[in-house]
């Protein structure tokens, strides 16, 4: 039986788990077989007999077979970058050289935006404007930013009565795992490639099984730049064997994984065997906190996209809005007509569509079951809470849902508490700072928050309070790549972003000499 006939305490039918099927007999024609990226090249590996379909959640096609690599290919990936770390091809060369190869895998990508765009939309069903103007984007920014963070990177000295001196060293960490979650496939996965490899280490890194596409381009540009070989290798396959083979092999000690809480967890237990350096980016159900002094056309705005930005699928995606009494009512009706009149749902590679699918089908029946599940807790469906219907033949089938706006849940509530990932804000109403606060923290997660004041004392007092890693006080999403970057409580472990990046994908040593 499968999971998802099982029913849940409320009698709702539990969603199923969002995994790809795969195939043991590639199509005799199929020319879109992706291969990992191993050594330096792109190498075939006769004992994989198993592929991942990868679908484009918009209209069903195929994109790609992606190899379901296990141990065997972990192992060869091991190999690669051992050779590459005793020959000191990468570690050995200046900061300088490393920041000029990043710099050319910036360019590379840049020159190549509309493909890396067209490739990220098709495989997450995001529209294609934004896969162009964010994620890719980002990528090209992520690379520029690290190669002059290291290039900058300073040392420091320590004297001791000018008869002692330390001064400390930064080594690279050694050898990296890097897994990555669908949402933000190469913004992600450029994030942490970019300031590993910037410090000298070498990367095994993975994409999700559902996104493989643009970790794929990556690999072609690194192939073309000709970095040394060895220092960046590309791993596809399931979580469940491909990632956990990487988390669990001795020689790879350095673990940087983005995803779920629950898969962090596992991610966690398993490096905790082998003392693994970890960085955890996880889970959050983010809270936006409007006070009654703030504009309520601007608060409905923000909203509009805090919420709903990506189809509602970015970790800081505010999905639970916290609204002073005095303009609760005000701010839902204008939250209502604006996701009502400005969202243009549509096929992603249409330069007009502000809004695509969810990640799949399976991603877009769990966000179902939430809308299902509110009005069971005794919410009302504002507006949305159903799959929207499209005209266009060409996407007629893809796992498009309609934003989504519930009021009137409690605020401890399974859906206002539960991590959902998509189109799908649940509204509260305050009367106090003391009961927002309360509200705003009531959750496991603590990832980020947004706070609508014009009052700054208010806006300071209450962002010290928040147990978010992240506070963007009458904005949202507006990123500093040099500021830290993580979450509180169950959203993860360690910070990432500009001198952290430097510091965790490296290994300080203190050299103490006596004059
Ligand atoms: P997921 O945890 O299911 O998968 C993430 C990655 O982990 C994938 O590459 C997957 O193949 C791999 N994986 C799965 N099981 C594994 C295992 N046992 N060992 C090693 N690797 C394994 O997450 P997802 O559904 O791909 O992504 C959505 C989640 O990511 C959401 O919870 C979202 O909040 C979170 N996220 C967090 C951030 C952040 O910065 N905090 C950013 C983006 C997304």
């Given at each position: 039986?499968?999971?998802?006939?099982?029913?849940?305490q409320h009698g709702?039918?539990?969603?199923?788990?969002?995994?790809p099927?795969?195939t043991?007999?590639l199509?005799?024609?199929?020319?879109?077989v992706?291969r990992?990226?191993?050594?330096g090249?792109?190498?075939?590996?006769?004992y994989?007999?198993?592929?991942?379909?990868?679908?484009?959640?918009?209209?069903n096609?195929v994109?790609?077979y992606?190899?379901c690599?296990?141990?065997e290919?972990?192992?060869?990936?091991?190999?690669?970058s051992?050779?590459?770390?005793?020959?000191k091809s990468?570690?050995?060369?200046?900061?300088?050289?490393?920041?000029?190869?990043?710099?050319?895998?910036?360019?590379?990508i840049?020159?190549?935006?509309?493909?890396?765009?067209?490739a990220e939309?098709?495989?997450?069903g995001?529209?294609?404007?934004?896969?162009?103007?964010?994620?890719?984007?980002?990528?090209?920014?992520?690379?520029r930013?690290?190669?002059?963070?290291?290039r900058?990177?300073s040392?420091?000295?320590h004297?001791?009565?000018?008869?002692t001196?330390?001064?400390?060293?930064r080594?690279?960490?050694g050898?990296?795992?890097?897994i990555v979650?669908?949402?933000?496939?190469i913004y992600?996965?450029?994030?942490?490639?970019?300031?590993?490899?910037?410090?000298?280490?070498c990367?095994?890194?993975?994409?999700?099984?559902?996104?493989?596409m643009?970790?794929?381009?990556?690999a072609?540009?690194?192939?073309?730049v000709?970095?040394?070989?060895?220092?960046?290798?590309?791993?596809?396959?399931?979580?469940?064997d491909?990632?956990?083979a990487?988390?669990?092999?001795?020689?790879?000690?350095?673990?940087t994984?983005?995803?779920?809480?629950?898969?962090?967890?596992v991610?966690?237990?398993?490096?905790?065997?082998?003392?693994?350096?970890?960085?955890?980016?996880?889970?959050?159900?983010?809270?936006?906190?409007?006070?009654g002094?703030?504009?309520v056309?601007?608060a409905?705005?923000l909203?509009?996209?805090?919420?709903?930005?990506?189809?509602g699928?970015?970790?800081?995606c505010?999905?639970?809005?916290?609204?002073h009494?005095?303009?609760?009512?005000?701010f839902?009706?204008?939250?209502?007509?604006?996701?009502?009149?400005?969202?243009?749902?549509?096929?992603?590679?249409?330069n007009t569509?502000?809004?695509?699918?969810q990640?799949?089908?399976?991603?877009?029946?769990?966000?179902?079951?939430?809308a299902?599940?509110?009005?069971?807790?005794?919410?009302?469906?504002?507006t949305?809470?159903?799959?929207a219907?499209l005209?266009?033949?060409s996407?007629?089938?893809?796992?498009?849902y309609?934003?989504?706006?519930?009021?009137?849940?409690d605020?401890?509530?399974?859906?206002?508490?539960?991590e959902?990932?998509?189109p799908v804000?649940?509204?509260h109403?305050?009367?106090?700072?003391e009961?927002?606060?309360?509200?705003?923290?009531?959750?496991?997660?603590?990832?980020?928050?947004?706070v609508?004041?014009n009052?700054?004392?208010i806006?300071?007092?209450?962002?010290?309070?928040?147990?978010?890693g992240?506070?963007?006080v009458?904005t949202?999403?507006?990123?500093d790549?040099?500021?830290?970057?993580?979450?509180?409580k169950q959203?993860?472990?360690?910070?990432?972003?500009?001198?952290?990046s430097?510091?965790?994908y490296?290994?300080d040593?203190?050299?103490?000499?006596?004059?």
């Open positions: 039986m499968s999971q998802h006939s099982l029913t849940d709702l039918t539990n969603p199923p788990a969002n995994i099927q795969s043991n007999s199509p005799s024609s199929s020319s879109n992706i990992n990226f191993i050594g090249q792109f190498i075939n590996e006769e994989i007999n198993e592929w991942i379909v990868n679908k484009n959640p918009a209209t096609e994109i790609s992606v190899p690599s296990k141990e290919t972990i192992q060869k990936a091991v190999d690669a051992v050779q590459c770390w005793k020959s990468w570690r050995g060369l200046s900061e300088e050289d490393r920041a000029k190869y990043l710099d050319l895998i910036a360019d590379q840049e020159k190549r935006i509309d493909e890396f765009a067209l939309s098709r495989d997450t995001k529209p294609i404007t934004l896969a162009k103007n964010m994620d890719v984007a980002r990528a090209v920014s992520n690379f930013f690290f190669a002059q963070a290291v900058q990177q040392t420091k000295a004297l001791m009565s000018n008869k001196i330390n001064y400390t060293t080594r690279p960490a050898i990296v795992g890097i979650p669908w949402n933000l496939p992600l996965l450029s994030w942490k490639v970019a300031p590993a490899l910037a410090c000298g280490n990367v095994i890194a993975k994409s999700s099984e559902l996104t493989p643009t970790a794929h381009l990556l072609e540009v690194i192939e073309q000709k970095l040394p070989s060895g220092a960046f290798n590309l791993v596809h396959g399931y979580g469940k491909c990632g956990s990487i988390v669990a092999h001795p020689k790879i000690n350095v673990i994984f983005t995803g779920g809480t629950a898969t962090g967890r991610v966690s237990q398993m490096a905790a065997k082998h003392f693994k350096k970890v960085s955890l980016e996880l889970g959050g159900k983010n809270p936006m906190v409007v006070f002094d703030y504009d056309t601007k409905a705005e909203a509009a996209r805090s919420g709903f930005l990506n189809q699928q970015i970790c800081l505010t999905s639970r809005i916290i609204v009494e005095s303009i609760h009512d005000e839902v009706e204008k939250l209502k007509q604006l996701l009502e009149k400005n969202t243009k749902i549509g096929n992603p590679l249409e569509t502000t809004f695509g699918t990640i799949s089908e399976e991603h877009l029946i769990k966000i179902d079951y939430y299902q599940l509110a009005k069971l807790e005794g919410g009302t469906i504002v949305g809470g159903k799959r219907e005209q266009d033949e996407v007629k089938n893809g796992a498009f309609t934003p989504t706006i519930i009021t009137g849940l605020f401890k509530s399974r859906t206002a508490t539960e959902i990932f998509g804000v649940t509204v109403k305050f009367s106090t700072e009961q927002a606060l309360e509200m705003a923290n009531h959750v496991e997660y603590g990832l980020c928050a947004v609508l004041t009052n700054l004392s806006g300071h007092r209450f962002s010290d309070e928040l147990e978010s992240i506070v963007w009458n949202w999403l507006l990123r790549l040099r500021t830290p970057f993580g979450g509180m959203s993860g472990v360690g910070r990432e972003g500009g001198d952290y430097l510091e965790f490296s290994e040593k203190n050299i103490c000499i006596n004059l």
